[in-house]
């Protein structure tokens, strides 16, 4: 966003990450039709749809598994950007926390944390310094749960994990924070505990986006909700435009003539498209 003074920004909103026209397809089957979308910076967008909607493979274009088809752009802190593998992401700043491939099982938190990355001092690992930071940024996001950054990650609960990778992240300086289904093996006081952690996340100003069946989560945590139906974005605005039903109807048909149900209470005119 802040291009040090420089005007440079060549896409329109401004956000964070723009896609603009992305289409991708396997073979004969086209997943991704012209998608539009955006992902401000202190912001987290709900990315919702019906199974086989395109959610994951459009995660998947922004995270650089996938090259989108010829002809889409993505723009990302205000430049066009081509992403050829993950790696290319992380450098630009673009994280991804998957359900449980993130993290190696066998290996403790900071070895996690620092895992391809690890400070040396000399030809040593340096611990102390790799145990504070990790520490340090638990603390940042009041990760409170966990006993010792020294246990195996396998002895974590599936929140404490979530936990965990996104530390990570934020340690190795993500803008941008992608989570596909966080919360979908959870229980209720784990699914609190990363709901707080994505709401931290987008307060301390990095862009999320994250992907969510659950209804009661999508309500609670996003500000901006974007719907996509057979690979096409069907609706992108804030989350106060929408209700379940009217989210219900766009994920089943593409269209809502439907009030917001708190706008028919009051009297108020007016659907979501
Ligand atoms: N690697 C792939 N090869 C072929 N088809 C794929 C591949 N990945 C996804 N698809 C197809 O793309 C469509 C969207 O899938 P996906 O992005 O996984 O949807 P969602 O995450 O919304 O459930 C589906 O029809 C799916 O079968
Ligand atoms: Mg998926």
Known sequence: MDQGGQMATNNSSGALLELRGVSKHFGPVQSLT???MSAPSGMVTALVGDNGAGKSTLVKCIAGIHSPDDGGHIFFDGKEVSMKSPKDAASLGIETVYQDLALCD??????????????RRGLFLDEDAMENAA????????VTTIRSIRQPVASLSGGQRQAVAVAKAVMWNAKLVIMDEPTAALGVAQTKMVLGLVRTLADRGLGVIIISHNMNDVFKVADRIA???????????RADKFDRQIIVDLMTTGVSTRARSEDALSGAEGGAH
């Open 227 to 237: 719907v996509l139906r057979l690979g096409k974005m069907v609706a992108e605005d």
């Open 135 to 142: 520490k340090e940024t638990l603390a940042s996001l009041s």
């Open 34 to 36: 012209d998608v539009n």
């Open 106 to 119: 066998n290996l403790d938190i900071v070895q996690n944390m620092f895992l391809g990355r690890e400070k």
